[in-house]
């Protein structure tokens, strides 16, 4: 193991190679420095050249940080990501195809990383059928030069399953918080865990390099070695960056790394505005005890919500990144969590999430259509990726869609969605309950499409709403007003009225021991 600056570092890419990254949007465990020492070198010496650059999460700031260090045209031939919302640079080159682009649902690429750790042959999953990034629609791709199937429909005991090829990695770069003098990596000071080990686990493996970025070094043996997140053994290269912050926004949070406990109610409270209305009713889907994910957007103020009403403490929220419990931070430090109860690994917490463990899924919406469709990752003249939206989307035992009717005027209920991040059909062939949440009117999936079921006291049925759709849903007989109290200053007591908890199937064994007793 050998200490080197960035620079050095940033050396060791050759042309063509393939370069895996940790890492999570705004900063959480992104090896910055590293990043840059990448893009710095091609700005002055034109190298490396044609570089595949993967990473499972979305990497940046939204401007230049992050992977935007390598959004310098020469220096990609491809990226495969789950999002590119936090890299503009990087999306930039996608629409202008400069790059080969595919996104591909994040969990799946996620739990790839351990499947190349352990040389199988890739990812066989039922994430991502009848999406777009199912080879029969677009397979992930995003640019017209990404060409290659990196994702197969294949058969297995008469079921339909994807199946996502793996890599053969050149370089992957990691990044702790601490290492001692034998390269064992610490993440003690992160908000998030990711998938360190299992990508360093995928270099070596490949006969790859792994370049680790810390914050500091402290002496041989002093890491707890339930501290060790990746292992001195699996390190080459060590370096070494004093000014590490722990996202791009915060230097350091002790309740993002689980240090300090803070008050989650002490959480501010949403301003009035449709947000506000969308959150709220959203968590009038909440129940005692239920285990959520609250996705990126319009959903984030649910935590602010719960936190007023006082259930935040009585229902559990997670996020992909590897947070339970707490209050998952939103904005661009959207990973985090504040004083969450655990961090698990991101695979692991996909692998909840895949096997049905979220009892509720909250998620964003750019755009939903006549058949149910949600478009979430390519809409607008924008590339923006799914991220874990498909893994929590087709996951969860029950999804609530959000977001304002209209954007700038335009409807955002549209004849058909741009991408297909969601499929209505699927959903209803599987039985999945689905709500779409916004500022006007509530829908649920129903057995053609989207019918209206609640709306806004004061709306004009025909102006208000239907008049802003790009199609006629069906209007429920059961159409009713959305509940007054939203749109109100006061809490809406939600704490005095939220339904009791829902049995779980494993719990009626504990059921029928207690009536024995």
Partial sequence: MRRMSAAEAALLLRDGDTLLIGGSG????????????????????????????LHPVGLGDGRTRGAGHLAQEGLLKRVVSGTFVNSPGIARLALEDKIEAYTLPQGSLSQLMREMAAGRPGLMTRIGLHSFADPRLEGGRQSPSAQEDLVELVQFRGEEYLFYRPYAVDVALVRGSAADEDGNISMEHEAVTLEMLSIAQAARHSGGL?????????PRGSLHPKLVKVPGILVDAL??????????????????????RVALEDIPRLPPGPRRVVARRGACELFEGAICNL????????????????????????????????????????????????????????????????????????????????????FGGRIVGPGGFVNISQGAKSVIFGGTLTANGAPKAVQRVEQVTFSGAYARQ??????????????????????????????????DVLGVMGFRPRIAPELREMDPALFAEAPMGLAHRLPPARPRAALRRLGMAEAAD
């Fill in 26 to 53: 705004g900063g959480h465990a992104v090896p910055d420095a590293l990043l840059a020492a990448i893009g710095e070198r091609f700005r002055q010496s034109g190298q490396p050249r044609g570089i595949t650059a």
């Fill in 210 to 218: 792994v370049i680790a970025q810390v914050k500091r070094i402290v």
């Fill in 239 to 260: 370096v070494v960056e004093p000014e590490q912050w722990q996202t791009f926004e915060t230097e350091d949070s002790p309740a993002y790394s689980g240090h300090q």
């Fill in 295 to 378: 996705g990126s957007g319009i959903f984030t103020g649910m935590a602010n919500v719960a936190a007023e009403e006082g259930v935040l403490r009585r229902v559990c929220l997670t996020n992909e990144q590897g947070n339970i419990g707490g209050a998952p931070a939103s904005g661009n430090e959207a990973g985090a969590a504040r004083s969450p109860d655990a961090q698990v690994d991101q695979p692991y917490q996909f692998d909840f999430y895949d096997g049905g463990g979220l009892d509720l899924a909250f998620l964003s919406f750019a755009e939903f259509d006549a058949e149910g469709n949600v478009n979430v990752s390519r």
């Fill in 430 to 463: 599987r039985g999945q309950p689905v709500l779409y949440v916004t500022e006007r009117a509530v829908f649920r999936l129903g057995a053609e499409g989207p019918e209206l079921v609640e709306i806004a006291p004061g709306m004009d049925l025909e102006k």
